[in-house]
């Protein structure tokens, strides 16, 4: 038999081997381009709320400072000359914005519903601040919860003054009068339960008298009738008494602070007068919306403390009678929550109203 040929006879041959090209290497991944803005976005993205860093962009826009008083006051001129310093050393833009109305609460108001970004503060006092939650029956704010203290900015002392025609020279001349005619010795004071109001009370309740009390809108007629004599005493701060004092029209009894004043340095407290430990006096502020940053808080302290500094700035707050204050927030804090309690028992014990 022939031989059949074996199975390697009938394969296929082998296609030649292809030729192989060797593998390019990989280009290596460029870096993402990113503009210095877009970086810093991501990095503050990513930090929390708080952290210093995240705060590197403030402001970012211009700062709203509310004073909750007309333009042209007290209390204006304080935020317009922290304000204008604030910006100076800062390069910032503060806006002072003026939202008078029902004792300061619109403006109160206003700001702690605001944004709580740093970009609204308030300039609050005394009577908005720690007499008003025990004066009206309700309020827009809650100063405890809705706001957040930054700084302390100043102090200015109450003064009873008298018309330079007055026999009345000194308090204990006034404690005499009332003893031998009670009600009848008149004192005046701009609205009811401000601070000077309620600085009159204490100071009647500490000496034992009554005096017949003349409310007044504001303080320009007030003075007016104490010049004319058609009032007896008159209460206000320092710096609204200052200039009439100074002319030679009216003469500065007393004083409520537990010191004496720069700009009234021979009148004497109340304290000295025989009433040891009698303080009352109005502060100001400046306050933020509750919820906004530590950080930012720190840095508006900073801002304001430093300009608070500045001789200028010092020098044009005690012309007008007041005492440079500053320091911390925590300070503004005890003293908030201080004042509160202890002026709230004050306009309970006084009966004192809205009307």
Known sequence: MPTLPSAAAFSAPSPPSPRLRPLRPLRPLRPLRLCAAAWLALVLAALPAGSP??????????????????????????????????????????????????????????????????????????????????????LPYDPLKDLVPVALLSSAPIVMATSVKSAFKTYADVVAAARKQPDMVTLGYSGNGTVAHLAGE????????RLRHIPYKGAAQAMTDLVGGQIDLYMSSVPTLLGQVRNGKLRAIVLTSARRSGQLPDTPTLAESGYPGFDA????????????????????????????????????????????????????????RTEVTRWGKIVKDSGASID
């Open 202 to 209: 204490l100071a009647q309740n500490a000496a034992g008298i």
């Open 281 to 336: 006096l109005t502060w100001f502020g400046i306050l933020a919306p509750a919820g906004t940053p530590a950080a930012i808080v720190q840095q508006l302290n900073q801002a304001i403390n430093q300009a608070l500094a500045q001789p200028d700035v010092a020098e044009k707050l005690r012309a007008e009678g007041g005492e440079v204050l500053g320091g911390s927030a925590e300070r503004f804090a005890e003293l908030l």
């Open 53 to 138: 860093l995240a705060q590197q962009g403030y402001p970012g826009k211009p700062i709203r400072l509310i004073v909750p008083f007309p333009p042209g006051g007290g209390t204006d001129m304080i935020a317009r000359t922290v304000a204008q310093k604030m910006a100076e050393q800062n390069r910032w833009s503060v806006v002072v914005d003026n939202r008078p109305g029902a004792g300061g609460n619109l403006g109160l108001g206003s700001a702690a519903k605001s944004a709580p970004d740093g970009h609204t503060l308030v300039l609050g006092q005394t009577s908005n601040l720690a007499i008003n939650p025990a004066l009206y029956p309700q």
